[in-house]
């Protein structure tokens, strides 16, 4: 069964800190990796796109990973601002009929001041 | 402005009374697709469409109809609402399978 899992659930961090998070999947065949931002009550955002050959894909503060290999992403956080306040979410594509998206549960981040 | 917009934002409704939540995209697309986000679950896939009058069912397909008669458009219908469908429902679009999605504002909806 195709899964991502995400962690932490959830963090809280200091404005100007950096962090990370993690996701792990199963899914297979793989397609790509995509990272979502989601500010409550809205729709996900979409941060990056990886395909299998990929490493590494920066959006101004963020980067995210990928290790195909271990099937592992993660995405960096640096000099966390206010508006980081959401969760993230990682989703991960299959190369099957329709190209499914499996979503992880997502982490919670909370920049505090 | 490219966008894809869900009616309504919010919606409460009793047991058993029909209701459509409409979905439409001004890019173009032919990939759409319908997801519930419930506590603790994330994102599930109801129904999607890879093109005009081409839908298939996704993860939890049941107690929900969709159709695409165009390409812009993709509601969700509930037939007999319950209130396990009690939830935050989101469309999307992407130009092509692998593409990148795009996501509506979402809908809250309430079944009492």
């Known amino acids: 069964k195709n899964q991502v899992e995400q962690s932490p659930q959830s963090l809280i961090i200091l404005e100007g800190k950096n962090c990370t998070l993690q996701c792990n999947y199963t899914v297979s065949p793989f397609s790509n990796l995509r990272w979502y931002k989601q500010d409550t009550g809205r729709g996900p955002v979409s941060l990056t796109i990886?395909?299998?050959?990929?490493n590494t894909k920066s959006n101004g503060r963020y980067t995210a990973t990928l290790d195909a290999d271990t099937k592992q992403s993660s995405l960096h956080i640096t000099a966390s601002q206010l508006s980081d306040s959401a969760s993230y979410i990682c989703v991960v594509s299959a190369q099957a009929a329709g190209n499914k998206l499996t979503f992880g549960g997502g982490t919670r981040v909370l920049v505090k001041p | 402005e490219a966008q894809v917009t869900q009616n309504p934002r919010y919606l409460i409704t009793v047991t058993g009374k029909k209701l459509t939540v409409t979905c439409s995209q001004n890019?173009?697309?032919?990939?759409m697709s319908w997801y519930r986000q419930d506590p603790g679950l994330g994102l599930r896939q109801i129904y999607y469409?890879?093109?005009?009058?081409?839908?298939d069912k996704g993860d939890v397909p049941e107690g929900y109809k969709v159709s695409r008669k165009e390409k812009r458009n993709f509601p969700l219908i509930l037939e007999s609402p319950s209130p396990n469908q009690t939830s935050l429902y989101f469309c999307?679009?992407?130009?092509?399978?692998?593409?990148?999605?795009?996501f509506g504002q979402g809908t809250r909806l309430t079944v009492v």
């Open positions: 999307a679009s992407r130009p092509f399978p692998q593409g990148e999605a795009f």
């Open positions: 469409s890879m093109n005009v009058e081409v839908t």
């Open positions: 990886m395909t299998f050959s990929e």
């Open positions: 890019m173009n697309h032919e990939y």
